[in-house]
């Protein structure tokens, strides 16, 4: 299993948390299944921007992203060098601390066509 700090968020982990994930999981999976409900509008399609993230440690162990969550991400809210989508970041043998930002742009949630 493989450690990950996640860093406090106001609305989906007020307290911070430390979870433990298998390697081959995805980072999206992983937070869902240890209670943390980050966003995925798009049902982990890679078709949104909703469950991005900034890794802030145990990035450069990470497979490099691939060409279309590059061109989503640079839709993100907040976008940093690190920010990958959680959806298609598969969790390895490196721990990872992330970061949910605070704001996220899902355009069925607000309302917009």
Same mark, same amino acid.
């Given at each position: 299993?493989? @450690?990950?700090?996640? +860093?406090?968020? %106001?609305e /989906? =982990?007020?307290?911070?948390a430390?979870?433990d994930?298998?390697?081959? @999981?995805? %980072?999206?999976?992983?937070l +869902? $299944?240890n209670g943390?409900e980050? &966003?995925?509008?798009c &049902?982990?399609?890679?078709?949104?921007?909703?469950?991005? *993230?900034?890794? @802030?440690?145990?990035?450069?162990?990470?497979?490099?992203?691939e $060409? #279309?969550?590059? #061109?989503?991400l640079d839709?993100?809210?907040?976008l &940093?060098?690190?920010?990958? /989508?959680? =959806?298609?970041? *598969?969790? !390895?043998?490196?721990? +990872?601390? *992330? $970061?949910?930002p605070?704001?996220?742009?899902?355009?069925?949630? &607000? !309302?917009? @066509?």
């Open positions: 299993m493989t @450690r990950i700090i996640v +860093l406090p968020h %106001l /989906l =982990c007020p307290q911070g430390v979870i994930a298998p390697p081959g @999981r995805s %980072l999206c999976d992983a +869902l $299944e943390i980050i &966003e995925h509008a &049902e982990k399609s890679c078709a949104c921007t909703t469950c991005h *993230v900034v890794v @802030r440690e145990g990035f450069g162990a990470l497979a490099p992203a $060409e #279309d969550e590059e #061109d989503l839709k993100a809210w907040g &940093e060098p690190t920010s990958r /989508l959680s =959806c298609q970041t *598969v969790v !390895g043998e490196v721990p +990872l601390t *992330v $970061e949910i605070k704001y996220t742009i899902n355009q069925a949630k &607000e !309302g917009k @066509r």
